[in-house]
């Protein structure tokens, strides 16, 4: 029993570190796997503000961007990979008797490439069909399973603001976004067709956001200061005004927040750890109650011949023994419990193999470091005292 309570401590906090680290880790995953999700070395230009009264109403309400600055950014931004333009808006979406109300983008082919997002089925619309303002349109699987179900949506015709456009591909799942939102609940659309047909422009060419992917993380900075320049210069913006445009890192962004959880994984894991400290303190606790209690046995040891450091070594080896017991009950609690929660709270946790390795070794570090202190203790006695001691 004494020893049962004495491996607790080194049990629970074996078992914590391992389940803290296994949440962390998981968080730190999820949110790779969403940077990966939005396309990597991203940029995203919005346009500038109205001011009407005096009131500021926001990134977005006055329109500045135009496809001739689309063109011009890949044209004469070296950094610059591919650019996409974005024009659109929410609206209803009718096949047979099913709607559903979606986010629909009017962009061109790039857009694919820039958000590095794959066709599940089908085919991207063209160039020419751009330039035409052909009605057909790309689905994501949120709008694939909401209208179509079991049915193959390609080459069905589905009406957004009851103007008929034909299905030509399904875009693959990208899952949610950092901030929660459904990527999937997305149609693309050619640009000419959602700016004639669908929402309209304040002038010829206006566009509502520009996508740009640089050619490399490096290039990101360079990417940015390019497209500044570009921009001020082109919408004639003096030295001392304000841009009518805003460029957004968001790979920069979401790496920001990957960061984070990874400090706040080690920070929960050091906050576990606590426990293997306060394990290995009743572990010495015990050892020394021990020592006490076994000063006669000690004294015999002694006087047939044990040495100094035998003495040592045998409590140093119970010490050590105790806690690598304690540690792997607790990795076996550390792994169920990291399931259990990843099961029942619908919690992210993935256990890495060098954190359990790592929580093993640590305990038994616990074990010698706690259990030498009662073993010098032990090693000092008198032989003829110990065997006086009752």
């Not at 029993?1 to 968080?27: H, P």
Request: net charge neutral; aromatic share 6%.
């Amino acid at each position: 029993m004494r020893s049962a309570l004495t491996m607790l401590g080194i049990i629970i906090g074996v078992g914590a570190v391992i389940a803290m680290l296994a949440v962390g880790k998981g968080a730190s995953q999820k949110i790779a796997d969403q940077i990966a999700s939005i396309g990597s070395n991203l940029l995203i230009i919005l346009p500038g503000s109205t001011s009407p009264g005096g009131v500021r109403m926001g990134l977005g309400t006055q329109p500045t961007l135009t496809m001739g600055d689309t063109e011009a950014i890949l044209r004469e931004c070296p950094a610059v990979a591919d650019v996409a333009p974005d024009h659109g808006g929410v609206a209803q979406v009718v096949y047979g008797n099913q709607n559903w109300a979606t986010g629909i983008r009017g962009t061109t082919p790039n857009f694919l490439n820039v958000r590095e997002w794959k066709l599940a089925a089908g085919r991207s619309f063209t160039e020419q069909e751009v330039k035409s303002g052909a009605k057909v349109c790309l689905l994501g699987q949120t709008v694939v399973d909401n209208l179509f179900g079991d049915i193959d949506p390609i080459g069905q015709v589905v009406r957004i603001k009851k103007v008929p456009f034909t299905v030509i591909g399904v875009l693959e799942p990208k899952g949610q976004s950092l901030t929660g939102q459904d990527q999937d609940d997305i149609i693309l659309v050619p640009i000419t067709a959602a700016q004639k047909q669908l929402f309209g422009t304040q002038f010829p060419g206006m566009v509502r956001i520009i996508h740009v992917k640089a050619k490399s993380t490096e290039d990101l900075a360079a990417a940015e200061k390019q497209i500044n320049e570009l921009l001020r210069q082109r919408h004639r913006i003096g030295p001392k005004q304000e841009n009518d445009f805003t460029v957004r890192n968001l790979t920069q962004i979401m790496q920001t927040q990957e960061q984070s959880s990874k400090v706040m994984a080690l920070l929960l894991g050091a906050i576990a750890s606590v426990s293997l400290i306060v394990g290995g303190i009743g572990i010495m606790n015990i050892m020394l109650v021990s020592v006490t209690e076994r000063t006669r046995e000690i004294g015999i040891r002694m006087a047939v011949g044990a040495r100094t450091w035998d003495i040592r070594l045998q409590f140093i080896i119970e010490a050590l023994t105790l806690s690598l017991i304690g540690g792997v009950i607790g990795i076996i609690i550390g792994v169920g419990g990291s399931k259990i929660l990843s099961a029942f709270a619908e919690w992210a946790t993935i256990i890495s193999p060098f954190y359990v390795v790592l929580a093993f070794c640590f305990s038994g570090l616990v074990g010698i470091f706690f259990g030498f202190y009662p073993a010098y203790r032990a090693s000092l006695l008198d032989p003829i005292d110990a065997l006086r001691y009752e």
